[in-house]
């Protein structure tokens, strides 16, 4: 029986899976760091935490700190990929080098996917924002004025992608270290106006535990889908100065990252306020310690972060998912159209991106009780499908690049294959609690069904195009 194997790397400048297809370099080192730095820091992390606090109480950050080591084996796995072949389409590409053309289509058209639909969730949620401050103005203006902006700046040179990028970045790093900086000076007793509250909230009302097992399942289930973006920053380095310096410089810094923003913001919030009270999801956790702590004005002021964090997503989920089509069309699996670049912007894929995450917008007002919520519950899981593509491409690619290229291997995965093997085990945890709860079951069936039909599809593509290809 004759057996496909994937294509042999070619690393020509030509090569459609490490090119960059027409795309400009204008984004410098400080734009790739700082996207990098804000990446991490989302609307997720200050608001959507709260469910997984009320789930898991104290041990959240348990939680937090699990699905982190996680993501960081994952960041590694794809920095050492995305360091030796550069490329737009980022864990697509790797996926079509490693498994086949069909594993990239099936992983880049899944991301796209789940980036368009991201846009529309966070314009929905920036706008509800904004009809909070002026009451009376409808939430799908405020929706079409934020597509407009970032469509905009997303059509132009991809140097101002990466302005607005650094700036919000730059704010809700500076927002998420004041509130670190405010949560430690209280938990020794040193802010006025406040007592050290021990170990009182970590102990006390049924304990670290208040949940058991189940609780902390729950939190980390909340957990692992909160790190989404880190992605980001591989998509953009290969329109970077320097994109193997500024990968390679990303991923190095992924663990003190991941540490003090999300972990330690958990540790300062279950510390600092009873992991029982309503305000935490009610308010958002934030809201809610800074309420607790005698903040003024502390609910508009994370308002005004939240806003920042959320039209940063939906210019930053813009980029990723023009960038990620126009590499999958220049690879020859996706409409020709969507590749074209007009002065090294893809801008027929941005305006199909925007597009169909404003189409996303309109449903939710449309159809909120079934297509819209169709929509949520298939992107579900997308980021863990994504993740698991990455793993078993570097655990093929490690080896090829080694025999090949090893100059190429500037940044490492610890304990190959181990840890690689490790994290697959941990994905594969982490679909086995999804189907036993009832919550997310749903979310994981319909996952699963775009990923089958996209592979079905990839699958179908490819062996179209084998015969073209012996001919040629």
């Known amino acids: ?29 400080r734009h790739l760091s700082m996207i990098a730095l804000g990446g991490v820091i989302g609307a997720g992390l200050f608001v959507g935490s709260g469910a997984g606090i009320a789930a898991a109480g104290p041990s959240i950050v348990v939680a937090y700190a699990i699905s982190g080591l996680l ?24 996926a079509e080098r490693a498994i086949g053309p069909w594993a990239g289509f099936t992983a880049g058209w899944a991301f796209w996917f789940l980036l368009c639909v991201a846009v529309g969730l966070e314009g ?29 700046t997303n059509l132009a040179a991809v140097k101002n992608f990466g302005e607005f990028e650094f700036w919000f970045a730059a704010l809700k790093v500076g927002a998420i270290v004041l509130f670190l900086g405010i949560g430690v000076l209280a938990i020794v007793g040193v802010l006025p106006g406040t007592d050290a509250p021990g170990a009182a909230n970590l102990t006390g009302d049924g304990g670290f535990f208040p949940h058991g097992s189940e609780g902390l399942i ?15 920053v591989t998509i953009a380095a290969a329109e970077s100065e ?57 609910g508009q002021i994370m308002n005004v972060v939240v806003l920042i964090a959320l039209l940063s997503a939906m210019n930053a989920n813009i980029y990723g998912a ?27 894929a941005v305006l199909v991106s925007s597009v169909f995450g404003f189409v996303c917008v309109l449903l939710s007002y449309w159809r ?19 993740w698991f593509f990455i793993a078993v491409s570097q655990l093929l690619l490690r080896r090829r690049t080694e025999r090949e290229a090893p100059e190429k291997l500037v940044v490492k995965m610890w304990a190959f294959p181990v ?29 699963g069904g775009l990923t089958v039909m996209l592979a079905a599809i990839g699958f179908l593509l490819q062996k179209l195009r084998e015969p073209a290809s012996r001919d040629a």
């Open 242 to 298: 320097h994109p193997v310096k500024g990968v390679a410089k990303a991923v190095r810094t992924a663990m003190w990252r991941i540490a003090l923003f999300y972990v330690g913001s958990m540790a300062v919030i279950v510390t600092l306020v009873p992991w029982g009270d309503k305000a935490v999801v009610e308010k958002g956790p934030y809201v809610a310690t800074l309420d607790h702590l005698g903040i003024p004005a502390a």
């Open 419 to 447: 840890l690689t093997w490790v994290a697959l085990a941990g994905m594969a945890a982490i679909f086995f609690l999804m189907a036993r709860e009832e919550g997310t079951r749903v979310q994981l069936y319909w996952t």
């Open 218 to 232: 729950v939190g980390l289930l909340a957990s692992v889908f909160a790190y989404g973006g880190l992605e980001t």
């Open 368 to 386: 909120p009780e079934d297509i819209f919520i169709w929509l949520l519950n298939t992107i579900g899981a997308i980021i863990l499908v994504v």
């Open 322 to 348: 023009s960038r990620m089509a126009t590499s999958l069309v220049a690879r020859g699996q996706g409409p020709k159209v969507l590749g074209r670049t007009f002065g090294g912007v893809p801008r027929p």
């Open 124 to 152: 929905i949620g920036a706008a509800k924002i904004m009809t909070g401050w002026f009451p009376g103005t409808p939430e799908w203006a405020w929706v079409a004025l934020f597509m407009l902006v970032f469509c905009g």
């Open 1 to 29: 029986m004759s057996r496909t194997t994937a294509p042999a790397p070619v690393d020509r400048k030509d090569d459609p899976a490490t090119s960059s297809h027409g795309l400009s370099h204008g984004l410098k080192q």
């Open 71 to 94: 993501v960081m084996l994952v960041m590694r796995m794809l920095g050492e990929m995305s360091a030796a072949n550069p490329a737009s389409g980022s864990f697509s590409v790797h």
